[in-house]
């Protein structure tokens, strides 16, 4: 429910209280190859970031984000590859970022500003995890949020950053499969 009042609360706010164009969202297409990038770059980086954690939190008992989460598959794929990325991007990189530029802010300054607050956000779901897992948490979200950013910013388009999402979320599992 979270992940689709991040949407409408983006939507309405830029529709009707900033009184901007819904495309400040960033919701235009943009080219293939930023999107091929996109998805090797975020896969591999995930892939190692999940390879770090799992080896420094083997003695830790790792938590999911959602209690009984992985009990049920299908509502883990859509919580994990279609809500929370679409949801979370619009927010983040589509309100927050594109509107930070639109109004002026220092495009470095704004990708950063943005990755902070993404990354905090990931402290809730995580509150009870071992320490070594929430800091993993929170390097991996600040690192989604900056590849993220910056192919918002590169691409005016916020479909590399759904992408990204997407891609740092599936290097998770598939290297937790893997080992």
Not at 12 to 34: A, E, H, Q, R
Not at 42 to 69: F, M, N, Q, R
Request: with cysteine; hydrophobic share 60%; aromatic share 10%.
């Amino acid at each position: 429910m979270i992940q689709i009042f991040y949407i409408l609360l983006s939507y309405l706010f830029v529709k009707y209280i900033l009184k901007w164009s819904v495309d400040t969202l960033g919701y235009v297409l943009c080219d293939s190859m930023s999107i091929l990038t996109v998805i090797i770059l975020s896969l591999v980086i995930s892939v190692i970031i999940a390879l770090v954690e799992l080896s420094v939190a083997s003695s830790s008992k790792l938590i999911a984000p959602v209690p009984g989460l992985f009990q049920n598959p299908s509502l883990y794929v859509m919580l994990a590859f279609i809500i929370a990325p679409i949801g979370e991007e619009t927010l983040f990189r589509g309100l927050l970022l594109g509107g930070l530029i639109k109004v002026g802010v220092n495009t470095k300054i704004s990708v950063i500003m943005q990755a902070i607050l993404f990354s905090i956000i990931h402290i809730i779901p995580f509150k009870n995890a071992p320490i070594i897992q929430l800091i993993v948490i929170l390097i991996t979200a600040f690192i989604l949020s900056v590849i993220a950013g910056i192919y918002r910013v590169r691409t005016y388009s916020i479909i590399p950053a759904i992408v990204t999402h997407i891609c740092f979320n599936l290097g998770g599992i598939l290297t937790s499969f893997i080992i």
